[in-house]
């Protein structure tokens, strides 16, 4: 009975032997499969023995074009031997080899500058020779016109000096501001206006505390409000206090090519410190305005211009309504975007094209398709570290 357990344990050594030497384990899955789904090497650079089934590697080619777009360099999950366009095309669906073909196009035109998508969202663009203000291109697909200046839909009848005030002009806000009588404690029933930034100075009108006014820091004690003044303090007691408010970070003027503005340490645009934080464009601050000049947020100190182009624009609820639905604005023409299903890549119809979740450029020789996955913000599910 010894002797035929023995021979029943080496019989069964014996096929598992067999088994393992007409099957392989995959590296990705963990399942031993035959040699046919391990055809070949995924790359001529692969000094490897081919260990990732057919099946794995399609998928995970599928997922780099997908998730990473014009920045996708497919490379092999053993060795990361870059892999060719043909062997792409081998090693995936007819598909995913067409769409990394395109992507790799539309890189190598982001990178030229003198090349204007239409910004209809058409997906067609073209060469210019004039990149300076007041020319347009007007698409060979659509027949639309796209200004090559600001790389938007043309604004007719309007020079390109003139679209910039109108956007300047739809961005003037004042901030807010509360009357505060906790400390001080007055009997009156509120503040006088005064004609000047002088306390004798003083109108028949009056504001109640409690009531909230808008308007400007003048200096360190007077606030304008119109073409009158109130005092910030009474008896050298605070009692007009400036209020948090929502702000968008807006490149729609400063045109910049960066991804967003620094946060200073101090009010001054010299106070840059090394690792200190960003505000994205097109994501959302909280702060408090000091002056005509600066907003105090708690990542610290932002200019409210740069260049003369403002870059903050109040937004009074709109990110409460935002936030409810789940919109998002193309950082570039300021559209509400709501997406309903898809990837994260998301193509504006003003040309833009933007991640979903934190804002981020595809396009240009800073973003994403140009220089890889590390232009998202750390805290987007799509950044990568930059190798």
Known sequence: QRVFHLLVYFAMDDRDVKRRKVTRECIICREDKGFRA?????????????????????????????????????????????????????ESSTADAEQLDTFLLQKALSQEPNFVWCAHGCGIGQLVDDLSCNTFMTCQSCGRRTCNHHRTIWHDELSCAEH?????????????????????????????????????????????????VRGWPFNDRWIAVGEFFLPTHLRNVRVIQPLVETYQVDNSVLRSSSS????????????????????????????????????????????????????????????KLMNEKNIKQCPSCRQGIEKRRGCDHMTCKCGAQFCYICGADYLGPSGIFAVGNHVHAESCRHYRPFP
């Open 38 to 90: 391990f055809p070949g090497r995924i790359t001529e650079a692969c000094q490897h023995v081919q260990d990732i089934c057919r099946s794995c590697m399609k998928q995970t080619i599928k997922t780099e074009i997908q998730s990473k777009g014009q920045s996708a360099a497919i490379r092999c999950p053993n060795c990361a031997a870059e892999l060719s366009l043909a062997d792409v095309a081998r």
């Open 164 to 212: 910039d005030r109108n956007l300047q002009s739809k961005q003037e806000w004042q901030p807010s501001f509360k009357l505060d009588n906790c400390t001080l404690r007055s009997s009156s029933r509120g503040i006088l206006y005064r004609k000047s930034a002088s306390m004798q100075d003083t109108i028949n009108a009056c504001v109640l505390w409690g009531t909230t």
């Open 260 to 319: 967003g503005v620094i946060y200073r340490s101090s009010p001054e645009l010299g106070a840059i410190r090394a690792g200190s934080p960003v505000a994205r464009f097109g994501s959302f601050v909280e702060g408090r305005i000091l002056s005509k000049k600066w907003l105090k947020a708690e990542g610290g100190y932002l200019p409210l211009r740069i260049r003369g182009a403002p870059i903050l624009e109040l937004q009074a609820g709109l990110k």
